[in-house]
């Protein structure tokens, strides 16, 4: 069965970076596409970013945009989120979704805890 | 802000039927049919319950549906269970090949 798990996150203080891996498996990795969701500490779901199936094309929130950068690995089954200039309001669960058609999520990981404190 | 507008929480007693709207503009759920809903209990990642407005994912009761009339989409939930009370959100696909996600409703089950 599907099978996403995220890993990476941890305890980091402003303007640093860290980067989130999200494993793959139970499924053929290279004909779907991926989004990054985030939800902090009490609050709704947040978007974040998302790469297409080929890699062809990725879109990033304006909040992420030019700190954060999805990418992916197909020989490892692997995506990845890089994330620069860590900002106190970038804490939050971050969960890895596998598309299923123009932006539904049909598979989630566990989620991976991201936080920013000085 | 959220970008989708949904009411923060609804109640219903079980066996009951609910509506959650969520309204967005014409660059987002007026855009596409790429409107997805998920639920949410405490702790738990989304699980997807709706998605391309009307579609159900294998192993989702058909209890739960969407539909969308312009710039508004709605998720209806009939014959309320009590494992239903949990978090709801909308999504949609946007004309910039963006994702926006409404705020979250609460759903009790009294």
């Known amino acids: 069965q599907v099978h996403l798990v995220e890993s990476g996150g941890g305890v980091v203080q402003p303007g640093r970076s860290l980067r989130l891996s999200c494993a793959a498996s139970g499924f053929t990795f290279n004909t779907h596409g991926f989004h990054w969701v985030r939800q902090a500490p009490h609050k709704g779901l947040e978007w974040v970013a998302l790469i297409w199936h080929d890699g062809s094309k990725t879109n990033y929130a304006d909040s992420v945009k030019g700190r954060f950068t999805i990418s992916r690995d197909d020989s490892r089954n692997t995506l990845y989120l890089q994330m620069n200039s860590l900002r106190v309001e970038d804490t939050a669960v971050y969960y890895c979704?596998?598309?299923?058609?123009?932006?539904?999520?049909?598979?989630w990981g566990q989620g991976t805890l991201v936080t920013v404190s000085p | 802000q959220p970008a989708l507008i949904q009411p923060a929480s609804v109640s219903g007693s079980p066996g009951q039927s609910i509506t959650i709207s969520c309204t967005g503009t014409?660059?987002?759920?007026?855009?596409?049919?790429?409107v997805s809903w998920y639920q949410q209990h405490p702790d738990k990642a989304p699980k997807l319950i709706i998605y391309d407005v009307y579609n159900r994912p294998s192993g989702v009761s058909n209890r739960f549906s969407g539909s969308k009339s312009g710039n508004t989409a709605s998720l209806a939930i009939s014959g309320l269970q009590t494992e239903d009370e949990a978090d709801y959100y909308c999504?949609?696909?946007?004309?910039?090949?963006?994702?926006?996600f409404g705020g979250g409703t609460k759903l009790t089950v009294l």
């Open positions: 014409s660059s987002d759920v007026g855009y596409y049919n790429y």
């Open positions: 999504s949609s696909f946007t004309s910039t090949t963006t994702l926006v």
């Open positions: 979704g596998r598309d299923l058609s123009y932006g539904a999520g049909s598979d």
